[in-house]
C-alpha cells in the first residue's frame, strides 16, 4: 500500500509559476513510476506528465510540453510537477499517482491514488 499526499496548489494569475509535490509514504517508492493527472470541472481527468521509477525519462501531455517539468526526490519519497506560464485552462484538481508499470499515460494503469490539490489560474 501507497499513500500520496499532494500539496502546493493555490490561486495565481496567469503567466505565474506553482510547484506541486506529492509525498508518499508506505512500500518502495522507488519501485513505481508517478504520474501527475489533473480534472477541472465538468471534464474527464486527464494525464499531465509521466516520470519513470528512476527518473530517467519523462513525458508530457501536448498541453503542457514545454512549460511544466516533472521530477522526483527517491530519497525523500516525492515527486513534484514545477508549472511555469500557468494558462487559464490550466485550472483543475491535480492528483498525483503511482503505477507499477514502466511507462503509462492511462490512468487505469495506476494504483494509488492522492487526494489532489486544487490549482486555480485567473486571467
Known amino acids: 500500500q501507497v499513500q500520496l499526499v499532494e500539496s502546493g496548489g493555490g490561486l495565481v494569475q496567469a503567466g505565474a509559476s506553482l510547484k506541486l509535490s506529492c509525498a508518499a509514504s508506505?512500500?518502495?517508492?522507488?519501485?513505481?513510476?508517478m504520474g501527475w493527472f489533473r480534472q477541472a470541472p465538468g471534464k474527464e481527468r486527464e494525464f499531465v506528465a509521466h516520470?519513470?521509477?528512476?527518473?530517467?525519462?519523462?513525458y508530457y501531455a501536448d498541453s503542457v510540453k514545454g512549460r511544466f517539468t516533472i521530477s522526483r526526490d527517491n530519497a525523500k519519497n516525492t515527486v513534484y510537477l514545477q508549472m511555469n506560464s500557468l494558462k487559464p485552462e490550466d485550472t483543475a484538481v491535480y492528483y498525483c499517482?503511482?503505477?507499477?508499470?514502466?511507462?503509462?499515460?492511462?490512468?487505469?494503469?495506476?494504483?494509488?491514488w492522492g487526494q489532489g490539490t486544487q490549482v486555480t489560474v485567473s486571467s
Open positions: 499517482a503511482a503505477s507499477n508499470y514502466y511507462k503509462s499515460y492511462d490512468g487505469r494503469e495506476y494504483l494509488y
Open positions: 508506505g512500500r518502495t517508492f522507488s519501485s513505481y513510476s
Open positions: 516520470i519513470t521509477w528512476g527518473g530517467a525519462s519523462t
